[in-house]
């Protein structure tokens, strides 16, 4: 097994989705590989962590100034599921970044740099607060980078099997992809008024994660009619 293939059954197996057998293939590797096995601590610890961690307290003035944004596009979700409510900035968790590859890691370990910042600005006097809050600031900024790479390759994974989908649900994803589209418009907007805004830069990240989620979603959709698909085919 290559690296690349032992980083995809590393970031399955921190959330229990491998067989027996992928299991112990990735052993076999981990065993002649200390960077894999490194990694694979990590994303453990990482994983472990995020659910210890508080999610930042909304600022009811950023997300009355976001809500004013998305009212002019009169938008709202079709399906159950696609929330416009602020959502908790470390909530990724790794099976909807599975498909994004290196920059889906980058993500979640720039967001860990994050919470450094954060804490940093939450201790002692007033200078180390200071630098804690330029060190979160320049992590989001770094964070929101690897978003986009995420959601770059997501997306055109996505495009190369959109034919797979039945087209009730294209149309389903489509609606809800403007929806969140807006959602980030209209964050992206809070962020340039304001660029030292912590707050208005971690909704600008959750909107990110429901883009991520929403595609994720949506490939394994893909996924299972393919599946589908191919058990009829043998059937026949």
């Keep these: 097994m290559r690296c690349h293939k032992a980083n995809e059954y590393i970031s399955r197996s921190v959330d229990g989705e491998l067989t027996g057998r992928q299991t112990a293939r990735l052993e076999r590797h981990l065993a002649s590989c200390g960077e894999c096995r490194a990694l694979l601590e990590d994303l453990r610890k990482i994983a472990g962590g995020a659910a210890e961690l508080d999610a930042p307290e909304p600022s009811d003035r950023v997300w009355r100034n976001i809500r004013t944004g998305l009212a002019t596009a009169d938008l709202k979700p079709l399906v159950e599921g696609i929330s416009l409510e602020p959502r908790p900035l470390f909530g990724l968790g790794v099976p909807a970044l599975r498909h994004a590859g290196v920059a889906a890691l980058a993500v979640v370990l720039v967001v860990t740099g994050v919470v450094i910042g954060l804490r940093l600005g939450r201790q002692g006097t007033p200078a180390?607060?200071?630098?804690?809050?330029?060190?979160?600031?320049a992590k989001l900024d770094e964070a929101e980078r690897y978003y986009q790479q995420a959601i770059n390759s997501l997306s055109e994974a996505f495009?190369?099997?959109?034919?797979?989908?039945?087209?009730?649900?294209?149309?389903?994803?489509?609606r809800n992809l403007s929806v969140i589209d807006a959602t980030i418009q209209a964050c992206r907007r809070a962020v340039l008024e304001e660029p030292d805004d912590l707050q208005a830069r971690s909704y600008l990240l959750s909107a990110y994660t429901?883009?991520?989620?929403?595609?994720?979603?949506?490939?394994?959709?893909?996924?299972?009619?393919?599946e589908t698909t191919g058990n009829g085919t043998t059937i026949l």
């Design 210 to 226: 429901e883009k991520v989620t929403l595609l994720d979603s949506v490939m394994d959709l893909q996924r299972r009619d393919r």
């Design 159 to 174: 495009a190369s099997q959109r034919g797979v989908l039945v087209p009730q649900v294209a149309e389903l994803f489509d």
């Design 128 to 137: 180390r607060s200071d630098r804690g809050e330029e060190y979160t600031l």
